[in-house]
T-cell receptor
Framework: DADVTQTPRNRITKTGKRIMLECSQT?????MYWYRQDPGLGLRLIYY???????NKGEISDGYSVSRQAQAKFSLSLESAIPNQTALYFC??????????FGPGTRLTVL | KNEVEQSPQNLTAQEGEFITINCSYS?????LHWLQQHPGGGIVSLFM???GKKKHGRLIATINIQEKHSSLHITASHPRDSAVYIC???????????FGKGTHLIIQP
């Protein structure tokens, strides 16, 4: 089984809908991250978390919120989705200052 | 904020060729990451290095901290090496990464 999983893997939704993307890990890592990837722009940091009580905004947090329900779970929410949030979303985990492990990605399309 | 530049953006080569991908960054760092993204979209960490050189199979990564520059080399390239190679450095908070835009590599048989 994969160490970092994301659900759903693909989602098509409409403008204004609330969407939640979920990330789970079995690696026991303390740090978790949400990134989005857009063609021509590369990957950018949305939110990150040191542990359950620590949530921090990244480079492009506007329009997003997160929840760290447990050490193993980190969810990303779009309260009211808009078309320019169409992107590929990645969750990643990290133990201290080591390499990061990425989930398989969620392809989100907002119509 | 650290600015990360990769070159080339696109590279097509023949099987067996020696490949070099370059990465430069603007602010001093503790470590640099090289990642590989396959056509299916998944991202895999290849290397994390803070000095010198690391080797894994046919892949070699080097870094020059003083010059703020790193290179990823692929020896005896193979079509299965076709992927996007991404350089990344800490800078987004809690070592959240700042990424280059990637190098799209195609190895033709």
């Amino acid at each position: 089984d994969a160490d970092v999983t994301q659900t759903p893997r693909n989602r098509i939704t409409k403008t204004g809908k609330r969407i939640m993307l979920e990330c789970s890990q079995t690696k026991g890592h303390d740090r978790m991250y949400w990134y989005r990837q857009d063609p021509g722009l590369g990957l950018r940091l949305i939110y990150y978390s040191f542990d359950v009580k620590d949530i921090n905004k990244g480079e492009i947090s506007d329009g997003y919120s997160v929840s760290r329900q447990a050490q193993a779970k980190f969810s990303l929410s779009l309260e009211s989705a808009i078309p320019n949030q169409t992107a590929l979303y990645f969750c990643a985990t990290q133990a201290g200052r080591s390499e990061q492990f990425f989930g398989p990605g969620t392809r989100l399309t907002v119509l | 904020k650290n600015e990360v530049e990769q070159s080339p953006q696109n590279l097509t080569a023949q099987e067996g060729e020696f490949i070099t991908i370059n990465c430069s960054y603007s602010v001093g760092i503790s470590a640099l990451h090289w990642l590989q993204q396959h056509p299916g979209g998944g991202i895999v960490s290849l290397f994390m290095l803070s000095s010198g050189k690391k080797k894994h199979g046919r892949l070699i990564a080097t870094i020059n901290i003083q010059e703020k520059h790193s290179s990823l080399h692929i020896t005896a390239s193979h079509p299965r090496d076709s992927a996007v190679y991404i350089c990344a450095v800490p800078g987004g908070g809690a070592d959240g990464l700042t990424f280059g835009k990637g190098t799209h590599l195609i190895i033709q048989p």
